[in-house]
T-cell receptor, first 110, second 118 residues
């Protein structure tokens, strides 16, 4: 299976702290995307990183990709209560579909 | 900012009934997708659609499912005879391009339709 698997499954931090989530996958990918999902809501695209990229930034988000280890990490700096959500990695292979992991549930305590 | 929209937001149906879930992708996007998420589980790919035909589909997308782009703006998912296990959140997504399209392949998701089959 190509599906990404995130860890930890749940993460609880204080507002202002940094949150790091990891994603591992099993097969070769062309790109990897991170999404956020608030409870019962849709998926919001955060960032896409291609297989030839090692790091990308977007605002308070930093994503790294290590294709040799088949892993990616999402770092949210200076977290806010509004960052409370589930975060998913989705891997894209040779086709156009994405395979989602089980997600990390992040709680930011004010 | 353009967004993907879906209707209805919630649908309750009886087992065996047909349902049609509707989506309006972002207007300049060429690739369209359906995913589903059973409560508490992963988001699962169902089907991708490009140039008026299915380009990829998963094992979940069996003969009970069909997709259509009936006009220039809507993209629909039909479930012919619903089963209890079809209860899930169904997400539509669209992207400007696909992997081989030479354009951005970021997929933008709609808010979802929550389907409950009784």
């Amino acid at each position: 299976s190509q599906q990404g698997e995130e860890d930890p499954q749940a993460l609880s931090i204080q507002e202002g702290e940094n949150a790091t989530m990891n994603c591992s996958y099993k097969t070769s990918i062309n790109n990897l995307q991170w999404y956020r999902q608030n409870s019962g809501r849709g998926l919001v695209h955060l960032i896409l990183i291609r297989s030839n990229e090692r790091e990308k930034h977007s605002g308070r988000l930093r994503v790294t990709l290590d294709t040799s280890k088949k892993s990616s990490s999402l770092l949210i700096t200076a977290s806010r209560a509004a960052d409370t959500a589930s975060y998913f990695c989705a891997t894209g292979g040779t086709g156009n579909q994405f395979y989602f992991g089980t997600g990390t549930s992040l709680t930011v305590i004010p | 900012e353009p967004e993907v929209t879906q209707t209805p937001s919630h649908q309750v149906t009886q087992m065996g009934q047909e349902v049609i879930l509707r989506c309006v992708p972002i207007s300049n996007h060429l690739y369209f997708y359906w995913y589903r998420q059973i409560l508490g589980q992963k988001v699962e790919f169902l089907v991708s659609f490009y140039n008026n035909e299915i380009s990829e589909k998963s094992e979940i997308f069996d003969d009970q499912f069909s997709v259509e782009r009936p006009d220039g703006s809507n993209f629909t998912l039909k479930i012919r005879s619903t089963k209890l296990e079809d209860s899930a959140m169904y997400f539509c997504a669209s992207s400007e391009g696909g992997l081989a399209g030479g354009r951005a392949e970021t997929q933008y998701f709609g808010p979802g339709t929550r389907l409950l089959v009784l």
